[in-house]
């Protein structure tokens, strides 16, 4: 549950060598926080989500949800966008030419049967999907409905990502379902919000504050 806290923060300033600590004077600043409770509860439904869709849909495949979600959340990728190709392209690596070459979203495989890339395991091709899609489709402010448009999933240099007729329609179906019938992108909102990063900020700036005090407390 979200609460609103009014926060008295401590700016603290100290000299680990010497042990030396001061603190100035507080400064009072009101905004809504989550608990750590809260802040671990979210993340964690978001990854079982987003493991229950693979699930469903690929029940023998070896993609991690949690590594998918991190990756995503590190480059500010919209994981739902991730999903839905990764579902057409591949059923989550366990289907066609990326059963074989672990390349679950077939970056850097070619209709003439050029292979560019092959991984030890799926989750080592989302990193390189995710930097090639930040790098070469969403651009200039480009977004996932952007890129769903009729013969719009296209590159920097106009490239289509897949010569798959109708890419964009059945990627877009899938993206659409998945937003209508799981809570994957409200809790990616959540996640991505201030008010999370900002909750975990706070627990952190807290914990700095104490380790600091015990060290004050109880010097060794």
């Known amino acids: 549950m979200k609460k609103l806290l009014l926060v008295v923060l ?3 300033s100290f000299d680990l060598k010497n042990k030396a600590i001061s603190i100035s004077s507080p400064q009072k600043i009101e905004f809504k926080i989550l608990t750590e409770e809260e802040i671990q509860n979210t993340y964690f439904k978001f990854v079982e989500e987003v493991d229950a869709y693979i ?3 690929s029940p023998t495949s070896k993609m991690s949800a949690k590594n998918l979600v991190d990756v995503c959340l590190e480059h500010d990728m919209d994981v739902v966008l991730a999903m839905s190709q990764a579902h057409v392209e591949s059923f989550f690596g366990t289907v066609g030419i990326a059963s074989r070459t672990n390349s679950v979203f077939n970056v ?3 209709d003439d049967g050029t292979i560019l890339y092959r991984y030890k395991h799926p989750d080592y ?18 977004t996932a409905q952007d890129l769903l448009k009729p013969k719009s999933f296209v590159n920097n240099r106009g490239k289509r990502y897949a010569t798959l007729r109708f890419y964009e329609y059945r990627v877009s179906n899938v993206y659409s379902r998945i937003k209508q019938n799981t809570n994957i992108d409200s809790l990616q909102n959540v996640v991505k919000s201030d008010m999370y990063k900002r909750s975990i900020q706070y627990h952190q700036h807290v914990e700095r504050i104490n380790v600091v005090l015990r060290r004050q407390m109880y010097p060794s």
């Open 10 to 12: 401590l700016l603290v």
């Open 55 to 57: 699930t469903k849909y």
């Open 108 to 110: 850097g495989t070619f």
């Open 125 to 142: 091709s989302v990193e390189p999907y995710v930097s090639l899609m930040k790098r070469r489709y969403l651009i200039e402010e480009k």
